[in-house]
């Protein structure tokens, strides 16, 4: 059974710092890894995706320069590094396996971890 399991969300002052985490197992992704969210009544948005070799990132215009994708394999795991949070980076973020594109379709997903940033 593949699963995904993020951790490292939590409440954080504007201007702080997270480091999400997710881990894969079940199986190896071998294609993009890409982490979303989604803020409350809204649809589920892209926020970054990270390829295999983690040669190429991409990021969406919102958290560009603030965020950093990265992602260990031998772990079968992925990072996003959040600096600079604002209270609009509050949402549910969800890690996503395993795409051919960076922008999808995901066909894994987590349950997601709850980013609150406070003003």
């Known amino acids: 059974q593949v699963q995904l399991v993020e951790s490292g969300g939590g409440l954080v002052q504007a201007g702080g710092s997270l480091r999400l985490s997710c881990a894969a197992s079940g199986r190896s992704f071998s294609g993009y890894l890409g982490w979303f969210r989604q803020h409350p009544g809204k649809e589920r948005e892209f926020v970054a995706a990270i390829s295999w070799g983690g040669g190429r990132t991409i990021y969406a215009d919102s958290v560009k320069g603030r965020f950093t994708i990265s992602r260990d394999n031998a772990k079968n795991t992925v990072y996003l590094q959040m600096n600079s949070l604002k209270p609009e980076d509050t949402a549910v973020y969800y890690c996503?396996?395993?795409?051919?594109?960076?922008?999808?379709?995901?066909?894994?997903w987590g349950q997601g971890t709850q980013v609150t940033v406070s003003s």
């Open positions: 996503a396996g395993d795409a051919r594109r960076a922008l999808g379709p995901y066909g894994y």
